[in-house]
């Protein structure tokens, strides 16, 4: 079974903090995603990954960075946090273009900035 | 730009009763469909993911069919339990590898 953990489940940061999200997948998969879910808005893409050291801008970076130095670590970084990025975050990964493209997410890190 | 819409938003029905969940997305130039499941304050489980050149896909009370040419999805679940309350997902994955989503359905089912 494929596993994508995130290092924390709830996470409680003040404003300008620097906060990091991590996400780990053991199936060695290419792709890693990061989105945001908000109640009425969905859920959005910030960024994601199809390889080491590769990444793209999603829907709604502005705020977010993200790093990827080893294949199975996806982080992302919030520079200095502030309060509409309080949020539910999600981390995603899958296989490359020509496979199957299925996402398998994560159980999701619950910001709350204060 | 790609936009997926699921009506309705929430939907409250009798245990025992089949149902039907719909997904509709305005360009057909997708690479494949899934569906999700959500629990509260939790992660997505993926349940069903379909081709573009598939157009169905089955996992026991659950079946899900793809019209590309319409748009369209429907999620069908039979027998529907208590268990199966959630909110539902439906995302297209367009060529760039990125998943557009819907806002989902919340489906409450009544004992």
């Known amino acids: 079974d494929v596993k994508v953990t995130q290092s924390s489940r709830y996470l409680v940061k003040r404003t300008g903090e620097k906060v990091f999200l991590e996400c780990v997948q053991d199936m060695d998969h290419e792709n890693m995603f990061w989105y945001r879910q908000d109640p009425g808005l969905g859920l959005r893409l910030i960024y994601f990954?199809?390889?080491?050291?590769?990444?793209e801008k999603g829907d709604i970076p502005e705020g977010y960075s993200v790093s990827r130095e080893k294949k199975e670590r996806f982080s992302l970084i919030l520079e200095s946090a502030s309060t509409n990025q309080t949020s539910m975050y999600l981390c995603a990964s899958s296989l490359p273009r020509g496979f199957s493209y299925e996402q398998y997410f994560g159980p999701g890190t619950r910001l709350t900035v204060t | 730009k790609q936009e997926v819409t699921q009506i309705p938003a929430a939907l409250s029905v009798p245990e025992g009763e089949n149902l039907v969940l719909n997904c509709s997305f305005t360009d057909s130039a997708i690479y494949n469909l899934q569906w999700f499941r959500q629990d509260p304050g939790k992660g997505l489980t993926s349940l069903l993911l379909i081709q573009s050149s598939q157009r169905e896909q089955t996992s026991g009370r659950l079946n899900a069919s793809l019209d590309k040419s319409s748009g369209r999805s429907t999620l069908y679940i039979a027998a529907s339990q208590p268990g199966d309350s959630a909110t539902y997902l439906c995302a297209v994955t367009g060529a760039n590898s990125k998943l557009t989503f819907g806002k989902g359905i919340t489906l409450s089912v009544r004992p």
């Open positions: 990954s199809y390889d080491v050291k590769m990444k």
